[in-house]
C-alpha cells in the first residue's frame, strides 16, 4: 500500500485530476499522506520541495483559503507537468512551479514561509537503476538531507512549520540530524499499512522551537484490502475519489 503505484494514466482524485506520463515518480500513498497531514493552521505562504506531479502543492491549496504556495522541481519535465497540473486545478491563481534546485531556490529566495513540505528521496545507498531520473528522485545526490535541512531553516518562517514523510528508520535519522540545524521535531506520527505490521513511515514536523513531541500513530487499513481505518478515511477522504 505504501509502495509508489507505477501506472502512468492520470489520477483522478475529488477535485482536480494529476497528469504523470512525463514524471519519475508516480501518485503514491506517501505524497496523499503528506499532503493531507501537514498543518496548515495561520500558512499563509507555503513551499513544496520537490514537488513532482504538484500533487502534494495542489492538495494544500484544497485545504487552504489563501495561501499562495510555490511548489520547487528540480526536473524540468515532471516541473512542466506539474505547473499544466496545477493551471488545470480551482486554484491556479495561487500555484506556481519553479525549475530550480532547492540549493539554488534558497540562493535566490528572499521570502520566508509558513509551512514547507517535502516528500524526500531517501535511498542514501543500495544499486543505481538503469533509470537516471528515478536515481535522482529515489536517492539522496541531488537532495543529501543537509541540503534539504539547511533550505528549511533559512526559507521557514519564525512560528512556521517544516514537514516530511521517510521510512522509518531514515525519519528516525532525519530527525536526529535536524537538530544540527535548530530544527526539532514537535510532532511525529508512526504510520502502518495494518495493525500488527511494523512500522513503515513517519510523518515528521519540525519547528524552529522546541516543543514537547506530540507522538501518534496511523493504520491505513484493516485486514481486508481496501478495507480503510476510520482514521485513514478521515485524514484522506476529501481527496481520494472512492472514499
Known amino acids: ?32 499522506l503528506l499532503g493531507a497531514w501537514a498543518n496548515t493552521e495561520n500558512s499563509s ?6 514537488t513532482g506531479t504538484g500533487v502534494i502543492a495542489i492538495m494544500l491549496a484544497q485545504r487552504t483559503d489563501g495561501a499562495q504556495i510555490v511548489a520547487v522541481e528540480i526536473d524540468e519535465e515532471a516541473c512542466k ?18 525549475n530550480l ?24 545507498g543500495g544499486t543505481f537503476s538503469e533509470n537516471q531520473d528515478r536515481n535522482n528522485v529515489r536517492h539522496t545526490v541531488k537532495l543529501p538531507n543537509g541540503d534539504l535541512l539547511n533550505a528549511a531553516r533559512n526559507l521557514l518562517s519564525k512560528g512556521g512549520k517544516f514537514c516530511v514523510i521517510l521510512p522509518y528508520i531514515e525519519g528516525l535519522r532525519f530527525k536526529e540530524s535536524a537538530q544540527r540545524y535548530n530544527l526539532y521535531c514537535t510532532k511525529m506520527t508512526e504510520v502502518k499499512s495494518k495493525e500488527g505490521k511494523p512500522i513503515e513511515r513517519l510523518l515528521l514536523q519540525f519547528e524552529h522551537e522546541q516543543k514537547p513531541l506530540v507522538n501518534d500513530s496511523l493504520t491505513i487499513q ?20 472512492n472514499m
Not at 16 to 24: E, K, L, R, Y
Not at 45 to 50: A, E, P, S, T, W
Not at 222 to 241: M, N, P, Q, V
Request: charged fraction near 25%; include cysteine; aromatic fraction near 12%.
Open 45 to 50: 505562504k507555503v513551499l513544496d520541495i520537490g
Open 101 to 124: 534546485p532547492i540549493q539554488d531556490f534558497v540562493r535566490q529566495s528572499s521570502d520566508k514561509f509558513d509551512l514547507i513540505v517535502s516528500n524526500p528521496p531517501f535511498f542514501s
Open 1 to 32: 500500500m505504501l509502495k509508489d503505484k507505477v501506472q502512468s494514466q492520470p489520477f483522478q482524485f475529488k477535485q482536480f485530476t494529476i497528469n504523470q506520463d512525463c514524471c519519475s515518480m508516480k501518485i503514491g500513498t506517501d505524497g496523499v
Open 81 to 98: 507537468q506539474a505547473q499544466e497540473n496545477m493551471e488545470a486545478s480551482p486554484w491556479k491563481e495561487r500555484l506556481s512551479a519553479v
Open 222 to 241: 484493516h485486514e481486508a484490502r481496501h478495507d480503510y481505518t476510520k482514521e485513514y478515511i478521515e485524514l484522506t477522504g476529501s481527496f481520494y475519489l
